[in-house]
């Protein structure tokens, strides 16, 4: 590698950092005709310092960019050394990392130099190159460029694993306020197209076997978290929104890095809000697979996520009318919401009472969090107090947990001291 090749990775990489959306899950790209890798069930990941993942080649194609949103590194306005990757330099990048075991797939974003579909159109030769050219199978993760056009779109979905569109910021009062060149819809109407063409494309492989994949790893998005004062009830409704308006596959928060002096910002300095994206991941995941509602976690009494217990808990010591329940009688559902019970502890449960009564030993060697779900559940041998109030069943429960982030409130440790 030359040093301008090696001067360009390190600008660009570095830039791509603060994105944090590059999950690999999701693809099964087979590998069927002497190709190059292949995704099977997805990749090994690695964490970069600052606990990014940077499993994949995560670049930016260029950290030029018209625009100059004021959360962003890249914006036009702010005084760093530039560069550029060619089509063809990181498409000899990905193949030679790839032989050399140092990635398994490509994360590809960019800032937008020209406009927006002379940008994605460099974007979309990469992927092509790489599959057509040198038979790649490994993961290609695209950020599609707000304002590209259709068809640049269309063919980014025949060659990539996922798409992902930023909305940047949750709330579109918020998005006028940092970014008040970019518009909400010119977001929304690419992430529609993908929708109707991934549920096109799936209908059509039924009946001929020949057709292509789109996007078969799905789409997904990305906001920042913290920077323009969006409570949290107001972040959720939006990905909830999110997810059922375009069939996302995800949703990621990223805590807002303070990068710059603008006055609508946070100050530099300020401390990135790790522990509130946790909140929100863990929220998220509720919302996902407990069947939460956005209003059962968040409404206009609470509007913010608890930052000393988790969303689940919080709910459960809102509800206390709706506990103890029978763990060898109750519902799935019901079952899914003691806090320290998980999915695949409910599954064991739902077997393992067949064959008999349980009680908390067996929920124990099951994987039961019982130090909580006892407060809120009843079983053989064993009857939840019923006359606690909230407060103190939250501090027995906080006093016989111990949470890395309550640990450290502020700093996250390095992976590499």
């Known amino acids: 590698m030359n040093e301008r090749i ?11 950092k603060y994105d944090v959306s590059c999950s690999s899950s999701g693809s099964k790209r087979k590998n069927d005709n002497k190709g190059l890798g292949d995704c099977g069930a997805g990749i090994c990941h690695t964490y970069t310092e600052d606990g990014r993942c940077v499993s994949l080649l995560k670049i930016l194609l260029t950290n030029f960019c018209i625009y100059d949103c004021a959360y ?8 760093i050394k530039r560069a550029a990757f060619t089509v063809e330099e990181v498409v000899d990048l990905t193949i030679n990392f790839y032989r050399r075991n140092y990635i398994e797939g490509l994360f590809i974003s960019s800032g937008i130099f020209k406009d927006a579909d002379y940008t994605m159109e460099r974007l979309v030769r990469i992927a092509k190159k790489l599959r057509t050219e040198h038979k790649f199978n490994g993961y290609i993760h695209i950020k599609s ?32 306020l940092v970014a008040p060149d970019k518009k909400r819809e010119d977001m929304t109407r690419p992430m529609q197209q993908v929708t109707q063409e991934i549920i096109r494309y799936k209908d059509e492989k039924k009946h001929i076997r020949s057709t292509p994949n789109f996007v078969p790893a799905g789409q997904s998005t990305q906001m920042i978290i913290g920077a323009t004062g969006e409570s949290d009830k107001e972040i959720m409704t939006t990905a909830t929104t999110y997810y ?41 995941w509720l919302l996902r697979f407990y069947g939460y509602q956005v209003q059962e976690l968040l409404n206009d009494a609470n509007p913010f996520l608890d930052t000393d217990i988790d969303p689940k808990l919080s709910w459960a010591l809102r509800n206390m009318d709706q506990f103890p329940i029978d763990i060898n009688q109750a519902d799935k559902h019901l079952i899914l919401r003691v806090p320290g019970i ?76």
């Open 145 to 176: 460029i707000p304002g590209a056009s259709e068809e640049l779109i269309h063919e980014a979905g025949l060659y990539a694993d996922r798409l992902s569109m930023n909305i940047e910021v949750p709330t579109d009062n918020g998005l006028k």
């Open 72 to 79: 962003c590194v890249t914006r036009k306005s702010n005084d």
């Open 244 to 284: 059922q308006a375009y069939k996302l596959k995800r949703v990621y928060y990223s805590g807002y890095v303070p990068i710059s002096n603008d006055s609508r910002l946070p100050a530099i300095g300020s401390g990135v809000p790790l522990l509130r994206e946790n909140r929100l991941y863990q929220a998220d």
């Open 342 to 417: 998980g999915l695949q502890s409910t599954e064991k449960i739902l077997m393992g009472r067949r064959f008999g009564g349980l009680g908390l030993e067996h929920l124990r060697k099951m994987g039961v969090a019982t130090n909580r779900a006892s407060y809120f559940i009843t079983c053989n041998g064993h009857h939840s107090t019923r006359d606690l109030a909230e407060t103190r069943i939250k501090q027995f429960i906080l006093r016989s947990s111990q949470s890395k982030y309550l640990a450290n409130p502020v700093q996250q440790m390095s992976l590499f001291a």
């Open 6 to 16: 090696r001067e360009k990775l390190s600008i660009l990489a570095d830039a791509a």
